[in-house]
């Protein structure tokens, strides 16, 4: 069984950088042919897919986010992370982290609240 955590500061002010880790547990980041992804979900809105980590490294971001976005792995500690750069209020979400099959999600993690105030 897969599972994911994430983890991370809850609370940031503008212009500060947010960065998250998902821990993962049962199954490796470097399995062929799964990814790795970062989801967020704003107050009252729908989720917003951030971007990817493959299997082997390679990193793809939404077009929207991609300026301030980036995405690492450490293999060693099967952990994957996601920086968020300039963060402003409308970056407060719930912030999930997921493995990826066929561009879909087999496995998210609970999630994790980050509020953006000054």
């Known amino acids: 069984q897969v599972q994911l955590q994430e983890s991370g500061p809850g609370l940031l002010k503008p212009s500060q950088t947010l960065s998250l880790t998902c821990t993962v547990s049962?199954?490796?980041?470097?399995?062929?042919?799964?990814?790795w992804s970062w989801i967020r979900q704003p107050p009252g809105k729908g989720l917003e897919w951030m971007g990817v980590?493959?299997?082997?490294?390679?990193?793809s971001y939404s077009p929207s986010l991609k300026s301030r976005t980036s995405i690492s792995r450490d293999t060693s500690k099967n952990q994957f992370s996601l920086q968020l750069r300039s963060v402003t209020p409308e970056d407060t979400a719930v912030y999930y982290c997921a493995r990826d099959l066929d561009s879909s999600q087999d496995y998210w993690g609970q999630g994790t609240q980050v509020t953006v105030s000054s």
């Open positions: 980590i493959t299997y082997d490294g390679n990193t």
């Open positions: 049962g199954g490796s980041i470097t399995t062929n042919y799964y990814a």
